[in-house]
Nanobody, 115 residues
Framework: QVQLAESGGGLVQAGGSLRLSCAASGSTFSINAMGWHRQAPGKQRELVAVISIGGRTMYADSVKGRFTISRDNAENTVYLQMNSLKPEDTAVYYC?????????WGQGTQVTVSS
């Protein structure tokens, strides 16, 4: 089992920045990819960014050039640096980890961007 704990959400004005963190615990040796998804009210959960254990990254088109995902394998932590935030980035952000055949999810952290 893997447990994930997100932090760093909050309220920010458009154009501002936030940094999300997600710390993994438990059977972290089994984790390969980690990532972030988000879900806005009335919308489906969508992929934001993912990073492999080797550091390869992938981003949704809507966040390319503004968000950066990184990970500290020694600390079992993944980060999401969000710059130039827009009101449409408002959502609950969920961390997830792929471990063997399972996918684990955090509880989510709210990000609200005011115009």
């Amino acid at each position: 089992q893997v447990q994930l704990a997100e932090s760093g959400g909050g309220l920010v004005q458009a154009g501002g920045s936030l940094r999300l963190s997600c710390a993994a615990s438990g059977s972290t040796f089994s984790i390969n990819a980690m990532g972030w998804h988000r879900q806005a009210p009335g919308k489906q959960r969508e992929l934001v960014a993912v990073i492999s254990i080797g550091g390869r990254t992938m981003y949704a088109d809507s966040v390319k050039g503004r968000f950066t995902i990184s990970r500290d394998n020694a600390e079992n932590t993944v980060y999401l640096q969000m710059n130039s935030l827009k009101p449409e980035d408002t959502a609950v952000y969920y961390c997830n980890a792929a471990a063997l055949i399972n996918v684990y999810w955090g509880q989510g952290t709210q990000v609200t961007v005011s115009s």
